[in-house]
């Protein structure tokens, strides 16, 4: 798959292939996104051309209002990854700048979908909006497709779990725990990078040794609760369970995420990992004291390793 990562780089039309084309923002790559990307790998294959898959590698709201900006459910580099995994041709994710919010919906079309990349077919969902003022949507897409030799289809809302599929109704069940519908909804588990920092060795008194674990808060990071989870360290996976909260029972408050992994027993200070969160097992709650805490960790650990075996089925 190629990769390009300005509007200016892509120089399809003067290859001569046929270009179908998935355009949105794409974060999660979920269950509907790629519904859609299977639209246009059959489109491309159909004219004899090239899948590609037009997105941004920020949000458009941290540039245009960032107190409404979402925080993200995937990175630009796993966007890319996945993207691969899905057969996609080329890749092209700019950073979405002001200026880029100026250029007029028809002329992105006119110099840059046809001139540059030589579309003839594109799909987009039923709520896309695009150019100076959003004035860009899935009609005036049909409208110029006519004019310029391209078509255009309008990918209608898909359904899971008694809802429409949307990147915001992810963040929405991750706020509330919701870690096994997200993962339904995004057909994998949602995932975390994060470095691991020192901490106060507590677990390990209680026998149960935790790595603290920092996120970047430019991603959606799940309610609070204690989670079955999988992490990648040092090219391997292992299971765990990881506390996203307070730690309200040794009465300094603060929010320091701590991940205890079964089978791995090293320092992994200075490491970057990446979690999976498979099922919120329960919410954070404060203990009388350090036994009462012991023997709910027992209980965490055995609830975690039934939500590990069903997740590997």
């Not at 915001?168 to 920092?197: F, K, N, S, T, Y």
Request: proline share 4%; glycine share 10%; net charge positive.
């Amino acid at each position: 798959m190629r990769v390009f990562r300005s509007l200016d780089e892509p120089r399809l039309a003067a290859e001569g292939k046929p270009v179908a084309l998935a355009f949105g923002s794409f974060d999660g790559l979920h269950r509907a996104h790629r519904a859609l990307i299977r639209r246009v790998r059959e489109q491309a294959q159909a004219l004899g051309g090239v899948s590609a898959v037009l997105s941004f590698s920020n949000h458009p709201l941290s540039v245009l209002a960032p107190p409404y900006a979402p925080r993200l459910l995937l990175s630009p580099e796993r966007k890319v990854e996945i993207l691969r995994q899905l057969g996609v041709d080329v890749a092209i994710l700019p950073e979405f700048t002001r200026d880029l919010s100026h250029i007029a919906a028809k002329r992105f079309i006119h110099e840059f979908l046809v001139g540059r990349l030589g579309l003839r077919h594109i799909v987009c969902g039923y709520d896309c909006r695009f150019g100076a003022g959003g004035q860009g949507d899935g009609a005036m897409l049909r409208d110029e497709g006519r004019r310029l030799g391209f078509t255009a289809e309008v990918f209608e809302a898909v359904r899971g779990d008694g809802a429409i599929i949307g990147s915001q109704l992810i963040r929405d069940l991750l706020a509330e725990g919701e870690a096994e519908r997200a993962a339904r909804l995004l057909e994998r588990p949602h995932e975390l990078a994060a470095r691991v920092v020192s901490g106060e060795r507590r677990g390990r008194r209680l026998g149960f040794p935790t790595a603290n674990l920092e996120f970047s808060e430019e991603y959606v990071i799940p309610a609070n609760g204690v989670y079955a989870v999988w992490v990648d360290v040092r090219h391997a996976r292992y299971g765990g369970m990881i506390n996203l909260g307070m730690r309200p029972t040794f009465g300094r408050l603060s929010y320091v995420p701590e991940v205890h992994l079964f089978h791995f027993r090293e320092d992994m200070y200075g490491e970057a990992v990446t979690v999976y969160f498979l099922r919120r097992l329960r919410s954070e709650r404060r203990f009388p004291d350090a036994e009462a805490l012991i023997r709910q960790l027992r209980r965490d650990r055995a609830n975690a390793q039934k939500a590990l075996r069903a997740f590997a089925r």
